[in-house]
């Protein structure tokens, strides 16, 4: 069973910076693609960047240049480092594997960006 803790998001003003945190249990985390996800209400879940294991990353068009993914391996964790927050990327961010198999998500970490 995948162990999973999300965390860092908040309220920020436009322009401003966070950086969210996801930590994984081992299994879970080696050798897989991770990635973050972000949802608001009424929308499906879109994939804002993810991670491969070589630490090749990929970014939606909306947020590349603004958002860092990484990993390190050592902790079982990836962060998103995300600068520049505009108010349409205020959300509830997921961190997720295609190895986990689609219907298993975390709680997410709320990111609210006022104008």
């Known amino acids: 069973q995948v162990q999973l803790v999300e965390s860092g998001g908040g309220l920020v003003q436009a322009g401003g910076s966070l950086r969210l945190s996801c930590t994984a249990s081992g299994r879970a985390f080696a050798g897989n693609a991770i990635g973050w996800y972000r949802q608001t209400a009424g929308k499906q879940r879109e994939l804002v960047a993810i991670i491969r294991p070589e630490k090749n990353t990929g970014y939606s068009d909306s947020v590349k240049g603004r958002f860092t993914i990484s990993r390190d391996n050592a902790k079982n964790t990836v962060y998103l480092q995300m600068n520049s927050l505009k108010s349409e990327d205020t959300a509830v961010y997921y961190c997720?594997?295609?190895?986990?198999?689609?219907?298993?998500w975390g709680q997410g970490t709320q990111v609210t960006v006022s104008s």
């Open positions: 997720h594997s295609p190895a986990w198999g689609p219907d298993f």
